[in-house]
């Protein structure tokens, strides 16, 4: 069993806010990744990181930011929100030496009114 | 690049009765290949991956699926499925020797099993 969280599950929040969407995971993974998940949609994935200070864009332009301080944290923010922001948003993560299973945290259904 | 189609959006299906979701893949290099399912409100787990060898492969919840490369697909099946069962199912590849392992997803399959 993969542990990997993500706070809050759920956001509803008004046009104009900043907010940060949290990811944490446990199994000292090197590798973690953001995607965004619309209905009926395809997952894409907007960024990823191979390691504390290390981010890349993914292959959805995102006007969310990232960082990575720490080899357990992931966050993503959005400075402004807006009501095209309103999706799924789904934390994973994977071994560094790996390069198949990625672990998937519960999301974070996000709601900008 | 590589793309992954989920031929079948929804599949309604009666408890007990086999199951096959279908997955499509187009890729110019080679591919593992992989399922989740998504239960409502939460993430996505894996069920099972094709990495190489055996091309019927096994995985969680009686679920299997079977690699066919000349028709690059890997369709899921489930002999006799359980109202649990009701998820959306998710197919996805990613490129072998791909440093970042980013995977390439398809729409997903909502599949709801009736009493």
């Known amino acids: 069993e993969a542990d990997i969280y993500q706070t809050p599950r759920y956001l509803v929040i008004g046009t104009g806010k900043k907010i940060t969407l949290e990811c944490s995971q446990t199994?000292?993974?090197?590798?973690m990744y953001w995607y965004q998940q619309d209905p009926g949609m395809e997952l894409h994935l907007i960024h990823y990181?191979?390691?504390?200070?290390?981010?890349e864009k993914g292959d959805l332009s995102s006007e969310s930011t990232v960082s990575r301080i720490r080899t357990e944290h992931f966050p993503l923010t959005l400075e402004s929100a807006r009501p095209s922001h309103t999706s799924q948003y789904l934390c994973?993560?994977?071994?560094?030496?790996?390069?198949?299973?990625?672990?998937f945290g519960p999301g974070t259904r996000l709601t900008v009114l | 690049a590589q793309s992954v189609t989920q031929l079948d959006s929804q599949v309604p299906v009666f408890e007990e009765a086999p199951v096959e979701l279908r997955c499509n893949y187009s890729?110019?290099?080679?591919?593992?290949l992989f399922w989740y399912v998504q239960y409502p409100n939460q993430g996505l787990q894996l069920l099972l991956k094709?990495?190489?060898?055996?091309?019927l492969v096994k995985g969680i919840n009686g679920f299997e699926a079977e690699f066919n490369k000349s028709q690059t697909s890997f369709h899921l099946r489930k002999p006799s499925v359980h109202i649990s069962d009701t998820a959306e199912y998710f197919c996805?590849?990613?490129?072998?020797?791909?440093?970042?392992?980013?995977?390439?997803f398809g729409k997903g399959t909502k599949l709801s099993v009736k009493p």
């Open positions: 994973a993560s994977m071994p560094g030496l790996s390069t198949d299973t990625q672990y």
């Open positions: 199994m000292g993974h090197d590798k």
């Open positions: 990181s191979y390691g504390v200070n290390s981010t």
């Open positions: 890729s110019s290099v080679s591919v593992y």
């Open positions: 094709y990495l190489s060898g055996s091309t």
């Open positions: 996805a590849v990613s490129r072998i020797g791909g440093s970042q392992g980013n995977l390439i």
